[in-house]
């Protein structure tokens, strides 16, 4: 069975430029998350999707951050304009059922010069 | 929000010892996870718990979920050096609704 699947691998950009991040989840999953994890601390939920609907988006920096997955499936997550607090690794997971069994993405590494 | 304390921070330990690293909340968590984190790559799970007082193994980790729902430890027996990476415990405060919640991570490091 395909784990969940991140790109790209790493990024490179200058503060208030744009990036964006994709994320396919694994097959049959209908939820999906997306991470941010800075250097040296456990991840941090950004948003939660059940389907192609958002379930908790409350730690979402929503005047940068957004995300969207529109046909329940794949989902990006996009930062306008990015922020040299945004050097992060970006996690997406994905779970079939039940509290807690979420399987990570190896993640996509941000920095921001 | 809910936080969730790990420790020891990090841990160096000789190559067949046994180790243990708990997590601890002053909030009551639904679930209890326990996952490890290589260079690069993201978290994998490792044992999951869903009732307090729940003692699980997965070869020679075990964990345990805490009478309190409030903490719960990871062993890990004979280490190996390929038991070194980060640990984590994540934990579920809504039941039903998936959310964890991240301790800041135990960093094993194993002396050959």
């Known amino acids: 069975e395909a784990g969940v699947a991140q790109s790209p691998r790493y990024k490179i950009i200058e503060k208030r430029q744009s990036v964006a991040f994709w994320c396919n989840p694994i097959s049959g999953h209908a939820t999906l998350y997306w991470y941010q994890q800075i250097l040296g601390q456990g991840p941090k939920l950004l948003i939660q999707f059940q389907n192609n609907g958002v379930v908790d988006d409350s730690q979402l920096p929503k005047d940068r951050f957004s995300a969207e997955r529109l046909k329940g499936v794949d989902s990006t997550l996009k930062i306008q304009p990015a922020k040299l607090e945004d050097s992060a690794v970006y996690l997406c997971?994905?779970?079939?059922?039940?509290?807690?069994?979420?399987?990570f993405g190896p993640g996509t590494r941000l920095t921001v010069t | 929000g809910q936080q969730l304390n790990q420790s020891p921070q990090s841990m160096f330990i000789q190559e067949g010892e046994d180790v243990s690293m708990n997590c601890t909340s002053s909030?009551?968590?639904?679930?209890w996870l326990w996952y490890k984190q290589d260079p690069g790559e993201g978290p994998v799970l490792l044992i999951a718990l869903y009732k307090a007082g729940e003692l699980t193994s997965n070869g020679r980790l075990t964990a345990q979920f805490g009478i309190t729902r409030k903490d719960s430890f990871l062993n890990i027996s004979a280490s190996i050096p390929s038991d070194v990476g980060i640990y984590f415990c994540a934990g579920d405060p809504l039941g039903a609704g998936n959310m964890l919640t991240f301790g800041g991570g135990t960093r094993l490091m194993v002396k050959p």
């Open positions: 997971a994905s779970s079939l059922e039940g509290p807690g069994k979420q399987y």
């Open positions: 909030s009551i968590f639904n679930t």
